[in-house]
């Protein structure tokens, strides 16, 4: 047991922590292939942060450029596997917004329900 407390090295306060560079996705689940971000870390803390996105266009202005409404809102479901009905969402509200169509209170509710 005493061998194997000297086989230990001891942390020195005298360490120098160097900054180094780790790129966090877009392969890493928590970014799930939508997001890339290049982190400048200083030990354990983020000194800065350069985002890349971009990663999710796949031409879907081009395919849903000459669909209705109700043809276009499926293909939202494939843009993001882990939330789709959010890309719904988000593309009914930029729809409404460009009409100028108010939703009614119940239809805002359930819409939350599922978003």
């Known amino acids: 047991m005493a061998q194997a407390k000297q086989n230990l090295i001891e942390p ?11 790129n966090f996705g877009p392969q890493h ?20 942060a350069d985002p890349h996105v971009g990663l999710l266009h796949r031409g ?3 395919l849903i450029e000459y669909k209705t409404y109700t043809q276009a809102t499926p293909y939202f479901d ?5 939330c789709p009905m959010n890309q719904e969402h988000a ?11 108010a ?10 329900l599922f978003a």
């Not at 970014?31 to 200083?42: I, K, Q, S, T, Y």
């Open 12 to 22: 020195s306060a005298a360490t120098e922590i160097k900054p180094y560079t780790m």
């Open 91 to 101: 593309f009914a509200l930029a729809v409404e917004k460009l009409l100028g169509i």
């Open 78 to 82: 494939r843009l993001d596997y882990v």
């Open 103 to 112: 939703v009614p209170e119940r239809g805002q509710y359930i819409r939350v």
């Open 60 to 62: 879907t202005e081009k």
């Open 29 to 48: 689940p928590a970014a799930h292939g939508v997001l890339r971000l290049v982190l400048e870390m200083d030990g354990e803390v983020v000194e800065r």
